[in-house]
DNA sequence: GCGAACGTTCAGAAATTTCTGAAGACAGGA
DNA sequence: TCCTGTCTTCAGAAATTTCTGAACGTTCGC
């Protein structure tokens, strides 16, 4: 349907949009190469040439993104290189983990809540870690109503 | 209750923590500034004493958090400076231009879909579009949600 | 029109992030 | 044990981001 190069361009933006949301460069190509690839894993080897980068940096992208629990490493039989594979809920794993940053920002807020007396900036800090505290317990709930509907199932 | 310095280091504190939500750190800065003052508004000079930085930082922050709609220029009769003032909702909204970011991973992901072929990577393309359309579509009902609930109103 | 008070812009300095490539570590086979 | 293929680490190079400060605009009062 497609050649080469307009895949390349698509996994190219895609990484583009993904730096935009705020992730590494080379953790959001490595992502994307993961994304836009038909092969069952792909090894560093593979990688480096895809995207035309060093050894190092895949080290480094790849296991940044392994250890966001977006890839997991595979064992391949007879095949003395790492294998990896995309996880199949990596994205909300990736929202979930959107939402650890949130809880930073969280616990920030309350720290200043203490740390003021009454007053306006004290009710605009209960504010906002109201609307944090919120989002975090929505976060889960929300990936959760997702899944099920995806699965088909009736609400519940 | 809690000294000047106290109020200055949760406020740093706060910063650090937006930065690490992906926020630029004057910007930052500026929007836990707001956070924490007693003052119905503040000016330029006021930020910039404040943060300890140049006219020329307040300035570029102030346009970028102005424009991200947290906070607003206000007009004080008998001043010849500008004054600013940090909105109500920043928090909901900066919550929702978030997601106009997933906006534009949502539009890289629809251009693989049609860009790749039948296939695993037109599966997970698919997959990756469906969960960011559903996260699109329930942002704004979430923040509803809690605002309806913040004002106390039953549930609808 | 002129000066004072503020605000903005922008070129370059400073700090930070990101990438590379070479050296080293490690595992397996001979 | 030694060699080979693979992965990791890390010091420094390159690129990018961020901040400053000086020059320039603008507005207002006189």
Redesign the interface.
């Known amino acids: 349907?497609?050649g080469e190069t307009?895949?390349r361009?698509?996994?190219e933006?895609?990484a583009?949009?993904?730096v935009?949301?705020?992730m590494q460069r080379m953790g959001a190509r490595t992502l994307a190469a993961f994304?836009?690839?038909?092969k069952d894993s792909l090894t560093a080897g593979d990688l480096a040439e895809e995207l035309g980068v060093s050894a190092g940096s895949v080290s480094g992208a790849v296991r940044m993104v392994a250890q966001m629990g977006l890839i997991e490493r595979i064992y391949v039989a007879g095949s003395r290189r790492e294998h990896f594979r995309?996880l199949?809920n990596a994205?909300?794993t990736l929202?979930s983990r959107q939402h650890s940053?949130?809880d930073?920002?969280l616990?920030?807020?309350e720290?200043?809540v203490e740390?003021?007396?009454?007053?306006?900036?004290h009710d605009?800090?209960e504010?906002?870690r109201?609307?944090?505290t919120?989002?975090i317990n929505?976060a889960p709930v929300?990936v959760e109503r997702?899944e099920r509907?995806?699965r088909g199932e009736p609400r519940s």
């Not at 740390?115 to 900036?121: H, L, N, Q």
């Open positions: 349907m497609t307009e895949r361009d698509a996994a933006q895609l583009l949009a993904l935009g949301a705020g994304m836009f690839t038909e995309m199949d994205w909300t929202y940053v949130v930073d920002v616990r920030a807020v720290k200043g740390a003021v007396g009454p007053g306006r900036a605009r800090l504010y906002m109201d609307f944090y919120f989002l929505e929300l997702f509907q995806r």
